[in-house]
Each structure stands twice: as structure tokens, then as C-alpha cells.
């Protein structure tokens, strides 16, 4: 049965913060807010961990997972950016974006697409998720949480404990989120692409609204 931290939407308390985190470390599978909706976070080096969120979302290798980051240095670790792209993501960051770009060495092959060779990557703007990154100190694996056959994200803490009790180790209860997810835009080629129009206007990218 999973844990349940009510948080405060805007000063979200510590020490919840550091007992989620240790869950994360020690392979927890975490519920949390972004500014989006609501999502599913755990470890970047625990595979089983990983998997429980591709069984919950009902998914397999070749749904692209993201990377939650702190900022725009700690994506440059993980995802391969040039001096263009760097420009974008740092006009366009924080905020309801997920960039899919090609990985660098450093990302674990197991979370890169297995064709592809990319990674998604955002950087939330959202209390609770950056109090989370600045706590791990590194990277969340993440996953909208949108159940399979639903029409859209849960994005409410006590519908996602009544789904997923069982499943989960702590749900982190920041208020309502969102029903919109992410956009996301595709960089990983010679031109941007718009692969899922979602709450960040996509407008400033030059796709039709």
C-alpha cells in the first residue's frame, strides 16, 4: 500500500520531500505534480522500477520516456544539444515542454528509444517537482500518468491512490493538476517536428496554433 504526502501546493515541507526521495533511491516507484499533470517518477538506474511504470501505463520499449531535470546544464548531460537547440530549450525552459533530442553516452542505453537513440527531456515549473530534482540531485525517469484506454491524465491525488494503491509507493498530494500534458517537440532531426500538442503553446516554435 502506498504512502500519501499532502503537500503544500507552494512551500511543499522538507523533510516529505526527503522521505519521498529516499523511496525514489531505494527503487520506489513516486506519484508526483508538474505543471502539466500529474506523473510517475522513479530512479534513473533502477530498471525494475522502470518497468513498473511501463506496466502501469500499459506501454512498452518503444514509448519514449522522460527525463525530469533540474536544468538545461543537467540535460546536457544526458541528451546531445547544439548551440541552436541550447538556445531554444533555454528560452522555452522551464515549462510545459518535452524535447525529444538525441542521448548522449552517459544516458543508460535501456532509457533511450531502441531505433532512435533519442530521450525526451523537460524541465517542469512546478514547486514540488523542482523541490524533488534539487533534493535526488540528479534526473527523475517520468511518465505522464495516464492510465491505458483512458481519455486522459488522472490529476487528482486521491483518484490516484484509489487507482493505484497497490502499485505505487508514495503519491504526493500537491492539489490538482492539469488534464493537458506536455507538447512535445521533436528535435532529434534536421527540423523541429510537433509530435504531440499538449498545454505549451506551440506557437513560439513556429507551428500552426
Do not use: W
Not at 39 to 47: N, P, R, T, V
Not at 175 to 188: F, H, R, V
Amino acid at each position: 500500500m502506498s504512502q500519501f504526502f499532502i503537500l503544500h501546493p507552494t512551500h511543499p515541507e522538507m523533510r516529505l520531500i526527503k522521505r519521498a526521495v529516499e523511496i525514489v533511491r531505494q527503487g520506489g516507484l513516486i506519484a508526483y505534480p508538474t505543471d502539466s499533470c500529474y506523473a510517475l517518477g522513479c530512479h534513473i538506474g533502477d530498471k525494475a522500477a522502470m518497468e513498473r511504470i511501463r506496466r502501469i501505463r500499459g506501454v512498452d520499449e518503444r514509448h519514449q520516456l522522460t527525463l525530469i531535470c533540474r536544468d538545461l546544464s543537467e540535460i546536457g548531460t544526458f541528451a546531445k544539444l547544439d548551440n541552436s537547440q541550447y538556445r531554444l530549450l533555454k528560452s522555452h525552459t522551464p515549462g510545459a515542454y518535452t524535447f525529444i533530442l538525441k542521448a548522449t553516452r552517459e544516458l543508460p542505453r535501456r532509457l533511450a528509444h531502441p531505433k532512435r537513440a533519442t530521450i525526451g527531456v523537460r524541465v517542469p515549473d512546478h514547486v514540488v517537482a523542482s523541490a524533488l530534482l534539487a533534493e535526488l540531485g540528479e534526473p527523475i525517469l517520468s511518465s505522464t500518468l495516464i492510465l491505458p484506454e483512458a481519455l486522459e491524465p488522472l490529476n487528482d491525488a486521491e483518484a490516484i491512490r484509489d487507482a493505484l494503491e497497490h502499485q505505487l509507493d508514495v503519491i504526493l498530494d500537491g492539489g490538482a493538476c492539469g488534464i493537458e500534458p506536455t507538447s512535445i517537440i521533436d528535435l532529434s532531426q534536421d527540423a523541429p517536428a510537433l509530435v504531440r500538442r499538449g498545454k505549451g503553446d506551440v506557437s513560439v516554435f513556429g507551428f500552426d496554433v
